[in-house]
Nanobody
Framework: QVHLVESGGGLVHPGESLKLSCRASGSISNIGALGWYRQIPGKDRDFVARVGPDGTPSYARFVRGRFTASRDSATNTVFLQMNSLRPEDTAVYYC????????????WGQGTQVTVSS
């Protein structure tokens, strides 16, 4: 079992920054990529960014150049630095861990609210 705990959400003004953190614990050897998704009420959960076990990040097109994902293997933590935030970035952000066990679904955190409003 893997447990994911997010932190760092909040309310900011347009153009400001936030940094999200997600620490994984438990069966860490069963995890591949760590990353982030977000969900607006009434809509599907969308991919935002992920970092592979080798530290290579990938991003959704709508956050490239504004968000930076990174991973600390020593603490099993993934970060999402969000700059130049826009009102349309308002969502619940979920930490995601890829399961390397074929029979086991991926893991999700409880979500953290990010609100961008003037």
């Amino acid at each position: 079992q893997v447990h994911l705990v997010e932190s760092g959400g909040g309310l900011v003004h347009p153009g400001e920054s936030l940094k999200l953190s997600c620490r994984a614990s438990g069966s860490i050897s069963n995890i591949g990529a760590l990353g982030w998704y977000r969900q607006i009420p009434g809509k599907d959960r969308d991919f935002v960014a992920r970092v592979g076990p080798d530290g290579t990040p990938s991003y959704a097109r709508f956050v490239r150049g504004r968000f930076t994902a990174s991973r600390d293997s020593a603490t099993n933590t993934v970060f999402l630095q969000m700059n130049s935030l826009r009102p349309e970035d308002t969502a619940v952000y979920y930490c995601h861990a890829q399961s390397l066990v074929p029979s086991r679904p991926d893991y999700w955190g409880q979500g953290t609210q990010v609100t961008v409003s003037s």
